[in-house]
Nanobody, 116 residues
Framework: QVQLVESGGGFVQPGGSLKLSCSAS????????MGWARQTPGKERELVAQ???????SYIDAVKGRFTISRENTNNMMSLQMDGLEFEDTAVYYC??????????WGQGTQVTVSS
């Protein structure tokens, strides 16, 4: 069973930056497309950014120009660089992988809090 482990969450002031990392227990070339989603209490989990196996990224409008997703296939890592953070970015962030055989695999989540 593949495991995904997030790290890098924390507290940051508005306008600040954080970098989230997702480490996979297996070769991420076997996992397919990967990405990040976030969730706040009482709301559904929301897709934030996704990156294809070939490296093509996509973002929701709310984070375009502020967040950058990347993957390092040789290190089995995926990252989300978050700049210009806003109060509305406060959430638990989850990394995921869409595997054609086992379906969507989720990490345990990491809290990001934007507060002054």
């Amino acid at each position: 069973q593949v495991q995904l482990v997030e790290s890098g969450g924390g507290f940051v002031q508005p306008g600040g930056s954080l970098k989230l990392s997702c480490s996979a227990s297996r070769n991420i070339l076997m996992l397919g497309d990967m990405g990040w989603a976030r969730q706040t209490p009482g709301k559904e989990r929301e897709l934030v950014a996704q990156i294809e196996l070939r490296g093509n990224p996509s973002y929701i409008d709310a984070v375009k120009g502020r967040f950058t997703i990347s993957r390092e296939n040789t290190n089995n890592m995926m990252s989300l660089q978050m700049d210009g953070l806003e109060f509305e970015d406060t959430a638990v962030y989850y990394c995921f992988a869409n595997n054609s055989i086992v379906g969507t695999i989720w990490g345990q989540g990491t809290q990001v809090t934007v507060s002054s």
